[in-house]
């Protein structure tokens, strides 16, 4: 029994103990403009909430990369009457867990809270969404700490080659620079800068909401209004398409240390696409999935050349990628980046084998019900399938489409998809300068 069916099979008999939440999953009419997504579950006396904005990075001014990241740092950092110790305390005394994470589509708000508390966390998010202060001592202290983030990630391999990574495949698109932006950028925004931003960005129009938890329905809403209904109504436009994706061949960003980091990438699928839970499928046959994968079996198995290689088939709202990243020793980085290009030509030529599909349909059938296993995990789930722009009967029609997939249909999306010709590698290290390279 291979390594990813004993994990699937565990994971279903996790699974089982789990609360069938997603079976409750319910569309609620709470916020004018914004999908909202609701299960009502009384297990434990908690509320949890996720909700994402059109309020990503892409979003950024070309001038001033770095506005969205800054300007959700800045959430709960003072709003209305309270200021910064004012609002963390109050978060505090009520044991209100809130954190925000920018992306590059979307702003995602994270809260946790106790029923009991609900009211007063709802509250304080909808002062913390409709009316951030942006006092002097914050913006300042944030801006310090973001800046000294980006001068530490010159030197961090992993961060170094994920965001040359994104520069050297989406070049000038905004998807191209990294989410906390660059110094020039940040060191220009100023309290209009983030004022305009939030005022047009942290919006009802294109807001995503799933409230998971200890409350019913007309209560979910009463909270949801608190929270929102403050906000303008406005939707913003979508940030440009990419127009060329990818940039061929390998790209070397200079760094003295002595296990590089690799990103590698193809043209991916968008989330609309037919044929993406099929791409999905293969990826994980190729490089996700745990210790199983083919391209675990071909360089870390056989040729002991790293501890962990991976892929993930990516889809953002403009555009998809396959996205792979793998470390190894300076001396050993070309033969492994051979390795990988060799897998992937041999995958999309002759596609998984029986065993390899049987496998990863028994791991992702098995591990997709872990992730309703707390409230928190069905929200943060829930929004992420609204990010994609998936229907809500998705959870109940999910392991019927996996399993439908056939062999011909992962042999025939591997070649659409496995082309190392066209892979964009970006290596953060040093390597013997044998073919042509570029830098940033």
């Known amino acids: 029994m291979t390594a990813r069916r004993v994990i699937a099979l565990f994971a279903v008999l996790l699974a089982a103990l789990a609360p069938a939440h997603a079976s409750a999953v319910k569309a609620l009419t709470a916020v004018d403009g914004a999908q909202v997504w609701f299960a009502e579950d009384h297990t434990v006396p908690m509320v949890a909430l996720v909700a994402s904005f059109p309020a990503g990075s892409t979003y950024d001014p070309s001038a001033k990369a770095g506005l969205a990241a800054f300007a959700a740092s800045l959430l709960d950092e ?4 309270l200021d910064s110790p004012a609002f963390q305390t109050a978060l505090a005394n009520r044991a209100i867990q809130l954190s925000v994470e920018p992306g590059r ?36 202290r944030v801006r310090i700490q973001m800046l000294q983030q980006i001068e530490q990630d010159k030197g961090d391999p992993e961060a170094a080659a994920e965001n040359s990574f994104y520069s050297f495949y989406f070049g000038a698109n905004p998807y191209g620079h990294p989410i906390e932006g660059d110094a020039h950028g940040l060191a220009t925004i100023t309290v209009g800068d983030l004022k305009t931003f939030t005022s047009s960005h942290w919006v009802r129009g294109g807001l995503k909401i799933a409230l998971v938890g200890d409350v019913d329905p007309a209560a979910a809403a009463a909270l949801l209004k608190l929270a929102f209904a403050a906000l303008p109504a406005g939707v913003p436009p979508l940030p440009p ?50 210790f199983s994968s083919r391209l675990t079996q071909e ?39 051979a390795a990988v290009r060799d897998t992937m030509h041999k995958f999309a030529a002759d596609g998984p084998t029986v065993q390899e599909l049987d496998d990863a349909k028994a791991y992702l059938n098995g591990t997709f019900p872990l992730t309703f296993a707390s409230d928190a995990g069905l929200a943060d789930q829930l929004n992420e399938f609204q990010q994609m722009g998936l229907r809500l009967d998705y959870l109940d029609k999910r392991a019927d489409q996996v399993n439908a997939i056939s062999i011909e249909d992962v042999r025939r999306v591997a070649r659409r998809l496995c082309d190392p010709a066209k892979m964009t590698v970006v290596v953060a290290g040093s390597l013997p300068r044998e073919e042509p390279v570029s830098s940033p």
């Open 78 to 81: 003072g709003a209305g009457n």
């Open 105 to 140: 589509d979307c702003m995602t708000v994270s809260l946790s809270v106790l029923s009991a508390n609900a009211k007063e966390a709802f509250r304080l998010l909808g002062l913390a969404l409709a009316h951030p202060r942006f006092d002097n001592e914050a913006v300042t």
């Open 241 to 290: 398409a990419p127009v060329h994706l990818g940039a061929p061949g390998l790209h070397i960003v200079a760094l003295d240390v002595p296990q590089p980091t690799a990103f590698f990438a193809l043209p991916g699928l968008l989330r609309s696409d037919p044929d993406f839970l099929t791409g999905y499928v293969a990826s994980t046959i190729l490089g996700g999935g745990g």
């Open 299 to 337: 360089v870390r198995e056989k040729r002991g050349l790293t501890y962990d290689v991976s892929t993930d088939l990516v889809p953002y709202r403009r555009a998809g990628i396959l996205l792979g990243e793998v470390a190894t020793q300076t001396d050993d980085m070309r033969q492994t980046l």
